[in-house]
């Protein structure tokens, strides 16, 4: 770089940045521009919640990213998990931290351990279900975010905790529950 170039930088940086901000497709306009630090155990919101047994603290908000993703750290201590479903309007990628889990992806059946990732693309039936005893830790993250956080939130609060009485519910925020959940054994 001519040193000319380099030294008109400083003067133009400043323009530049305020222009990007105003673009409206700009991934950072809205939002913290240097990173979003959330504590072990913490949740983003500060408002963890808990749905089928499960302990979900959100790492990364839809709101954090203009959409483009949310990222959920769950602790699950039973052998639980969804019902076969499929997500209309994202992917989701599946990371063991701890424990082993049963995943259904269409007819497959496979077993993912600590330190195995799974990507299940959008409009694929899938289901999966803690197998290891004591407490497992499955990182979850839906690209792009869509409406999981919401539903999340909106389903905790739902009487009816029933396959029947979630799929009106789910329906209405990207997901068709397609088939039963799978059992650990």
């Not at 170039?5 to 901000?21: D, K, Y």
């Not at 990222?71 to 989701?92: N, W």
């Not at 290891?132 to 993250?141: C, H, K, N, Q």
Request: net charge neutral; charged share 25%.
């Amino acid at each position: 770089m001519e040193r000319r170039s380099f030294l008109q930088l400083p003067v133009i940086a400043p323009a530049l940045t305020s222009f990007l901000n105003l673009w409206p497709d700009n991934p950072t306009n809205g939002q913290p521009k240097d990173g979003i630090l959330v504590r072990a155990g913490e949740d983003r919101s500060g408002k963890p919640f808990k749905w089928l047994d499960a302990t979900f603290t959100v790492k990364v908000s839809g709101k954090d990213t203009n959409g483009r993703c949310v990222i959920f750290d769950t602790l699950r201590p039973e052998k639980v998990g969804p019902p076969l479903h499929l997500h209309t309007d994202c992917d989701e990628w599946f990371f063991v931290m701890e424990g082993e889990f049963k995943f259904q992806v269409n007819q497959e059946i496979t077993t993912l351990k600590a330190g195995d990732s799974l990507m299940v693309l959008q409009d694929t039936p899938h289901a999966f279900v803690k197998t290891s005893e004591g407490m497992a830790r499955l990182i979850v993250m839906h690209q792009p975010a869509g409406q999981m956080e919401e539903y999340f939130r909106t389903v905790i609060q739902q009487a009816d905790q029933t396959i029947e009485g979630r799929r009106t519910l789910a329906e209405k925020h990207g997901m068709r529950i397609v088939g039963p959940p799978l059992k650990a054994s």
